[in-house]
């Protein structure tokens, strides 16, 4: 009874973010594999595995397409020796046509343990933005000379905290987040308006099936709030094979479906594949997205997982 009384406390707290006027904008970056980069979402999954964790993350959007998105990400976690408690770092470069944007958060998480198979874990993430637009780079409809397009704008870096929270059982897991809590101006100019980078609010969550000693079914959904821009929801199901090697499908609400495989490349070592067909008009014009990860996994004997364990 207990036990459903957090579920449903949780899920009242999740919908009273994701009802919330709380931002406008889809401006942070996309991810496929989100399901192996949880702490650029949520920093409640800090220190989450028993292990020492660092992975690189590259994403390069509608191929084909002049100025397309282009993010890298390089994450770092670990728990600490200090019980229930982690800690990581992010550095993340998003390109979008001529706007860079570039952050670099610490994250620090404490874990509350229900029984042996549930857990909360809360999360804060605090560090620095910076926005750069070479304008001289967009494409005007006329010639005539516009200002507000004159120059390479360089801001100095804005800061910035986020939260998050994370519930886990013995086979499924729930959060909320929201890494970027302030609403940051950059830019400004008499000739132009403010760019302002604006928070996003998340829900993630999933679930493991065992469907042979062999074999587990792994379905996830991540789910982003966003005022003045479409709802984003993407839903994903891998097929997970001597916890080696996996495959599957996934799908971003009304924009395009991707395949997912991956494994274990040598021991302590991942690498991941994803490519995405763009259902939109986009076909015209891209090929598709394409995502790789690789990370490296040292575990850490002396120090017991008080947090999420392994998924």
């Not at 990400?73 to 550095?91: A, D, F, Q, R, Y």
């Not at 229900?114 to 001289?136: H, K, M, Q, V, W």
């Not at 599957?248 to 991941?272: N, P, Q």
Request: contains cysteine; aromatic residues 12%.
């Amino acid at each position: 009874m207990k036990t459903i009384i957090k579920i449903i406390g949780f899920v009242c707290a999740a919908a009273f973010i994701f009802n919330a006027d709380i931002a406008s904008g889809q401006q942070e970056g996309l991810y496929t594999q989100y399901m192996f980069n949880t702490l650029v979402f949520n920093p409640a999954y800090a220190g989450s595995q028993d292990a020492f964790v660092a992975s690189l993350h590259a994403r390069t959007q509608w191929t084909g397409f002049k100025d397309a998105p282009e993010t890298q990400t390089l994450l770092i976690h670990s728990p600490l020796k200090v019980e229930n408690m982690g800690t990581g770092l992010s550095v993340v470069n998003d390109i979008t046509g001529p706007l860079t944007q570039r952050n670099i958060m610490a994250y620090y998480s404490y874990g509350v343990r229900f029984s042996e198979s549930d857990r909360l874990t809360f999360g804060l993430n605090a560090g620095i933005y910076t926005l750069t637009a070479n304008l001289p780079d967009v494409e005007l409809s006329t010639e005539e000379y516009d200002p507000a397009f004159a120059g390479v704008y360089k801001n100095a870096a804005k800061f910035n905290v986020g939260f998050g929270m994370l519930y886990q059982s013995a086979s499924w897991y729930c959060g909320i987040s929201a890494p970027k809590l302030y609403n940051s101006e950059f830019l400004g100019d008499k000739d132009r308006e403010d760019i302002v980078l604006k928070s996003h609010y998340y829900l993630l969550g999933g679930a493991t099936f065992r469907l042979s000693d062999k074999v587990d079914l792994k379905p996830s959904l991540l789910m982003r709030k966003v005022s003045g821009a479409p709802f984003g929801m993407d839903l994903s199901a891998l097929v997970e094979v001597n916890e080696k090697f996996w495959a599957g499908l996934a799908g971003r609400w009304e924009e395009g479906a991707s395949i997912i495989v991956g494994g274990v490349i040598t021991e302590g070592i991942r690498f991941g594949y994803s490519y995405d067909v763009t259902l939109s008009t986009l076909t015209k014009v891209s090929s598709g997205s394409h995502e790789i990860f690789i990370s490296y996994e040292l575990p850490l004997k002396t120090t017991r997982n008080p947090l999420l364990g392994d998924r």
